[in-house]
């Protein structure tokens, strides 16, 4: 019975976190409104945010694999979370020459390719870095 509990507790606090993740880039990019965008097929915001959601998902998996507790798993998942949103901000700056709001709006696909990639890429390094 404690095995089918636990499962549930882990399962539980991964998808709070992925939805609370999810929900905190939203926020943190209020410019961007993604789930808009979306909803009017463009796909450079749906490689955005669903790259966050994935890189996201591989953190807060190795956090369940590696972690000793929920609470460790809730402190490595929050690093995850933080992690994706500060990256977002990172390539923003990196990338002086043109506004990713603007690549986004604009549907500019392989700008979304590059935001996918890189949070795919951010989330396996961090994941790969949870270790004891």
Same mark, same amino acid.
């Given at each position: 019975? =404690? *095995?089918?509990?636990?499962?549930?507790?882990?399962?539980?606090?991964?998808?709070? $976190?992925?939805?609370?993740?999810? %929900? /905190?880039?939203? *926020?943190?990019?209020?410019?961007?409104?993604?789930?808009? *965008?979306?909803?009017?097929? =463009?796909?450079?915001?749906?490689?955005?945010? %669903?790259?966050?959601?994935?890189?996201?998902?591989?953190? /807060? %998996?190795?956090?369940?694999?590696?972690?000793?507790? $929920?609470? #460790?798993?809730?402190?490595?998942?929050?690093?995850?979370?933080?992690?994706?949103?500060?990256?977002?901000?990172?390539?923003?700056?990196?990338?002086?020459?043109? +506004? *990713?709001?603007?690549?986004?709006?604009? #549907?500019?696909?392989?700008?979304?390719?590059?935001?996918?990639?890189? +949070?795919?890429?951010? %989330?396996?390094?961090?994941?790969?870095?949870?270790?004891?």
């Amino acid at each position: 019975m =404690n *095995l089918y509990v636990n499962f549930a507790s882990y399962l539980g606090l991964g998808l709070l $976190l992925l939805t609370a993740g999810v %929900g /905190l880039f939203v *926020l943190a990019t209020p410019k961007i409104k993604e789930f808009e *965008l979306i909803g009017k097929r =463009n796909v450079t915001a749906a490689l955005s945010l %669903g790259g966050k959601m994935l890189g996201l998902a591989i953190v /807060l %998996g190795a956090a369940a694999e590696y972690s000793i507790s $929920l609470l #460790d798993m809730a402190i490595w998942g929050s690093i995850g979370i933080f992690t994706q949103i500060l990256v977002f901000y990172v390539a923003e700056v990196v990338t002086i020459r043109y +506004s *990713l709001q603007n690549a986004i709006e604009e #549907d500019n696909r392989s700008v979304g390719v590059i935001l996918f990639s890189l +949070s795919l890429a951010v %989330g396996w390094i961090v994941a790969k870095s949870l270790s004891y």
